[in-house]
């Protein structure tokens, strides 16, 4: 496994030292994802912040009519995850599904809040990635 493209990621914001790269590198998992397989499906609960490393990804919601309705689309070097689902624990009302062969790191909930106690900078470096994401969102309603 390498997690080199998700290092690379975070030291845009803020160094990495080496002994962080290991707590990195034991709660990071990586997966390879087929074309149309999905990482969530709706009714179940979010349980991975997903880093895409090769590949693209949607998410989206189905309306009562059955239309799709695409929230998010993600490529390499970006996040994906239904952020509501994952914190709060409760069935997400979205999918996420490979629009290609892909390549992914994930990081569950509880690696990720070790993460954050034993990386105090990694609780930053999402703050600031969250915050992107929202303005991203606001400027594709806009």
Same mark, same amino acid.
């Given at each position: 496994?390498?997690?080199? *493209? #998700?290092?690379? &990621?975070?030291?845009?914001? #803020?160094?990495?030292?080496?002994?962080?790269?290991?707590? #990195?590198?034991?709660?990071?998992?990586?997966?390879?994802?087929?074309?149309?397989?999905?990482?969530?499906?709706?009714?179940? *609960?979010?349980? &991975?912040?997903?880093?895409?490393?090769?590949?693209?990804?949607?998410?989206?919601?189905?309306?009562?009519?059955?239309?799709? &309705?695409?929230?998010?689309?993600?490529?390499?070097?970006?996040?994906?995850?239904?952020?509501?689902?994952? &914190?709060?624990?409760?069935?997400?009302? #979205?999918?996420?599904?490979?629009?290609?062969?892909?390549?992914?790191?994930?990081?569950?909930?509880?690696?990720?809040?070790?993460?954050?106690?034993?990386?105090?900078?990694?609780?930053?470096?999402?703050?600031?990635?969250?915050?992107?994401?929202?303005?991203?969102?606001?400027?594709?309603?806009?």
């Amino acid at each position: 496994m390498t997690i080199q *493209p #998700l290092i690379d &990621h975070f030291e845009t914001y #803020l160094p990495v030292s080496e002994s962080d790269k290991v707590f #990195l590198e034991c709660r990071v998992i990586q997966r390879s994802v087929k074309r149309r397989q999905f990482l969530l499906q709706e009714g179940f *609960p979010c349980k &991975h912040y997903t880093f895409i490393i090769s590949g693209c990804f949607k998410m989206f919601g189905v309306d009562s009519k059955g239309t799709e &309705h695409n929230i998010q689309f993600a490529i390499e070097n970006d996040w994906i995850t239904d952020i509501g689902s994952f &914190h709060s624990g409760k069935p997400s009302k #979205l999918f996420i599904e490979a629009i290609e062969p892909s390549v992914i790191l994930q990081i569950e909930q509880q690696d990720l809040y070790f993460l954050y106690t034993n990386i105090p900078k990694l609780n930053r470096i999402f703050k600031v990635i969250i915050e992107n994401k929202y303005v991203e969102l606001q400027n594709r309603v806009l």
